[in-house]
Nanobody, 122 residues
């Protein structure tokens, strides 16, 4: 069993930056693909970014490509999401997930964190 806890969310002005962290406990995630998803009020969960177990392969949603960077530190059992040039439409609850493959679908992940709120003001 893996427990995932996100942190780093908050309120930021448009154009600003935030760094989200996803800390895992219970067992190592070094063999797991990791993903970030987000959900805004009244909208479906949306894929943001994914990373392979080694960190050698990364995949981004078109809406965040060039602005967000996913990374991981397997020694710390932690995954990160660096978010730059934030826009009001990035406002959502951001959740990390662990799975067998770095897919862009929620169904590909077995474990989920509770999420952290990101609010971008205009």
């Amino acid at each position: 069993q893996v427990q995932l806890v996100e942190s780093g969310g908050g309120l930021v002005q448009a154009g600003g930056s935030l760094r989200l962290s996803c800390a895992a406990s219970g067992r190592t995630i070094r063999n797991s693909a990791m993903g970030w998803f987000r959900q805004a009020p009244g909208k479906e969960r949306e894929f943001v970014a994914a990373i392979s177990w080694s960190g050698g392969w990364k995949y981004y949603a078109d809406s965040v490509k060039g602005r967000f960077t996913i990374s991981r530190d397997n020694a710390k059992n932690t995954v990160y999401l660096e978010m730059n040039s934030l826009k009001p439409e990035d406002t959502a609850v951001y959740s990390c997930a662990a799975g067998d493959a770095p897919l862009n679908s929620p169904e590909g992940y077995n474990y989920w964190g509770q999420g952290t709120q990101v609010t971008v003001s205009s």
